[in-house]
């Protein structure tokens, strides 16, 4: 049970994001018969999933929604989008609290509002009719999971009795006597369905059970007739009307296999009553058939499980994980097949080390990006979510939204599309409050009453870029740098040195807001500094781009992955560094003398461009010797920030396996993570968003002192300057431990 409930959990998020998606197209295209039939399919499976694991309240809740689907009036098929994504939420809600064994969330508004439109004629207590109230009594004991079981039983031919054991009304432990009559039926047979379950509160008068048993009938109603605890015992054949005897053999198959099978509602029967004479209400009604008969027969729904493998986050980490230390083995025996070529150069083994060195390469390459690939998904499973978002948001801030995305189909990393997740809330939620205007406002302006709001993925080198963009009025460089002074996030003299795109970046520091009052939905900047954050733990960037009256765009850079990055590799003062190869966009060498200071930072006339520097090492004495000291300059662009970081000497380039440190192996924000080449030296990889973050305050603040030295030797550790003091041993072993 406890794998099917796992299985149950992870298909049922799936289903409910398809009932949002659904209700959401009904919403658009009112009456559309093939979206109502999509919806009545998913909460049609989502009842017999949940009642397959005994979630008797999802369970009941789906089928009472099941009634309102299937009405015909039309004053309901005009309420079922909205009910539809109230049902979602609590349906979520329900999953959440079965999942981490929560108390349940309340249902009871939702169940009356269903009511409501399935039963509009009440009587005057908003009960239905006294008949309709005698006939809900005589509702099946039996789950759609226990009558599935029957159902199995049945069609391989076993004998399956209903027995109805009436408890003495003297009888002093009810409970007790439940206990008793269990026993007592396990020892003549397998017990299919036992009512009232063992947990429940409800007074014990009768109970009801389907017993598979080849014993006799007087045999079965001996064993039951309990003296002090039964009253009376009856036994008959359990009666399986036509939908449910016999099962084909597909389908008991499919049922042997999961009780869930996925979406296959082909394999899920409807359900008749639990014995004869009973006109009960099951958990399915009598349109569970046709039902299911659309779900099997309709486009694009999955025929079964078959060819899909459902394998757990870990195991894949685990396997790209060996990936990355066969990547610095085989650094390794390319480091040992050099110094094995310079010490015997004319050796005929040489070539033959060599060419299977290359094959080596050639496969575990293809396996690197195998394992990657099983890694990646869909940047659509995180798009999906924010037609929902878009419309709520838009209705609590009085605004029509229209919603646009592109790229969905774009591949990421699974771990870094489930942290991208809060950002993009942020980022949508405050496009739509503050970003794009209200219908009058846009009406004035020239543009149309509806918002438009675009969301964008696309691979670009070995990065992908997701855009979050809007046609609102666009943001207002002068009064965002107004609103930093009056918070206190920067003084006079540091606005004026800021340029446009370092004043859009005031945006996404912490506390910054432009709302003039603090609501639910304040205005762009609440929680935006949770973008820069998540996006600096997922080495990534963010660009803003705006224009007046005509909108924002929020543009995000992220890897394709967070374990193996190809780098560029130098030395600052005999130091082994890395950066990732994508941050440089070019390399220039030059010597001490070409670069100049101007004001209060170093700069490199760089063909026809002033290029601001960053110099990782000590600033070398002045003098005739070191005016004609060779240097490299790595340029970065990234966004409107354009610098160059002055370095000793270049090492190559290489494929990287990143291990994170912890703080007592590295005390500076600079560097992100290490890793170990293949002679074993260690190579600490510097931070791009720190050192973006050093570069703007530098150039604000007017210290030069913080635009040179930052990964200097004498600069001490955790100083403003954020130098390095790091044992390499210890960063060897926090590493991986190569050595």
């Excluded at 110094?339 to 060419?355: H, I, M, N, S, V």
């Amino acid at each position: 049970m406890s794998e099917l409930r796992q299985l149950f959990f992870e298909t049922a998020a799936e289903l409910v994001q398809k009932l949002n998606d659904e209700a959401m197209q009904l919403e658009k295209s009112p009456g559309d018969a093939e979206t109502a039939r999509s919806l009545r399919r998913t909460v049609h499976t989502l009842k017999g999933d949940s009642a397959a694991c005994g979630f008797r309240e999802l369970s009941e809740l789906c089928h009472e929604f099941e009634d309102v689907l299937t009405l015909g009036n039309t004053a309901a098929a005009a309420a079922v989008p909205e009910i539809a994504l109230r049902a979602a939420d609590v349906f979520a809600a329900l999953l959440e609290a079965y999942q981490k064994g929560t108390k349940l969330p309340s249902i009871q508004s939702l169940r009356a509002d269903i009511a409501r439109l399935a039963h509009p004629a009440r009587d005057g207590a908003g009960k239905p009719p006294q008949k309709k109230r005698k006939a809900a009594a005589k509702t099946s004991r039996w789950s759609e999971y226990e009558q599935l079981a029957m159902t199995r039983a049945v069609a391989m031919g076993k004998r399956v009795h209903h027995v109805i054991v009436e408890i003495d009304p003297q009888c002093a432990m009810p409970i007790a006597g439940r206990q008793m009559i269990q026993l007592a039926l396990a020892e003549l047979g397998e017990v299919l369905a036992l009512y009232p379950a063992e947990d429940s509160l409800d007074p014990i008068k009768q109970i009801e059970a389907a017993l598979v048993s080849e014993k006799p009938v007087e045999k079965i109603r001996a064993m039951c007739n309990i003296p002090t605890i039964a009253l009376n015992a009856k036994v008959k054949a359990l009666r399986v009307p036509a939908p449910l005897a016999p099962l084909p053999q597909a389908s008991a198959a499919a049922f042997e296999g999961s009780a869930t099978a996925g979406t296959n509602e082909a394999a899920l029967p409807a359900p008749a009553a639990a014995a004869a004479g009973d006109t009960a209400r099951c958990p399915m009604n009598a349109n569970d058939a046709p039902a299911a008969a659309e779900a099997a027969a309709a486009p694009g729904v999955p025929s079964g499980p078959d060819n899909l493998l459902r394998v757990d986050a870990e195991k894949i980490d685990s396997v790209l994980n060996l990936v990355g230390e066969l990547i610095l083995a085989k650094s390794m025996l390319q480091q040992a097949l050099l110094e094995f070529g310079e010490r015997f150069p004319k050796d005929g083994l040489r070539g033959k080390f060599a060419d299977a060195m290359a094959f080596q390469a050639r496969v575990l390459n293809d396996l690197q990006h195998a394992v990657m690939k099983i890694r990646m998904v869909p940047v659509d499973q995180l798009f999906r979510r924010f037609p929902r978002i878009v419309r709520d948001v838009g209705l609590q801030c009085g605004k029509e939204v229209e919603l646009m995305i592109k790229g969905g189909q774009t591949d990421l990393d699974k771990s870094i599309l489930d942290a991208m997740a809060e950002p993009m809330t942020h980022l949508v939620r405050n496009a739509i409050g503050h970003g794009i205007e209200s219908g009058e406002e846009r009406v004035r302006a020239g543009k149309r009453a509806q918002g438009a709001l675009r969301l964008d993925a696309y691979h670009q080198g070995n990065q992908v870029v997701i855009e979050v963009s809007d046609d609102g009025r666009g943001i207002d460089g002068e009064k965002v740098r107004r609103r930093a002074l009056g918070q206190g996030l920067l003084n006079a003299d540091q606005a004026g040195r800021l340029t446009e795109a370092e004043t859009l970046d005031l945006i996404l520091r912490p506390g910054f807001s432009t709302a003039e009052e603090i609501t639910e939905i304040s205005g762009r900047g609440v929680g935006l500094d949770v973008v820069q954050n998540v996006l600096a733990r997922l080495k990534g960037t963010v660009q803003i781009e705006t224009a007046p009256t005509r909108g924002t765009t929020f543009r995000m850079r992220l890897p394709l992955t967070l374990a193996i990055i190809r780098a560029l590799l130098f030395r600052v003062e005999q130091r082994l560094y890395a950066l990732p190869l994508n941050a440089v966009s070019e390399i220039a060498r030059t010597v001490e003398e070409n670069i100049h200071q101007v004001e209060h930072y170093e700069v490199l006339q760089l063909r026809n461009d002033v290029l601001p520097l960053l110099r990782l090492g000590s600033k070398p004495a002045i003098g005739p010797e070191t005016a004609r000291r060779k240097v490299f300059v790595l340029v970065i662009t990234s966004g409107d920030h354009k610098f160059g970081l002055v370095v000793d000497a270049l090492e190559g380039e290489d494929e990287l396996v990143i291990k994170a440190l912890d703080d007592q192996s590295i005390t500076t924000d600079l560097v992100s993570g290490a890793s170990i080449l293949g002679d074993g030296r260690v190579v600490l990889i510097l931070n791009m968003i720190a050192l973006m973050d050093r570069f703007t305050r530098g150039r604000t603040n007017a210290t030069g002192a913080r635009m040179a030295g930052l990964l200097s030797s004498v600069v001490p550790a955790k100083t403003s300057g954020g130098g390095i003091q790091a044992n390499e041993t210890r960063a060897r072993g926090a590493a991986g431990g190569h050595s």
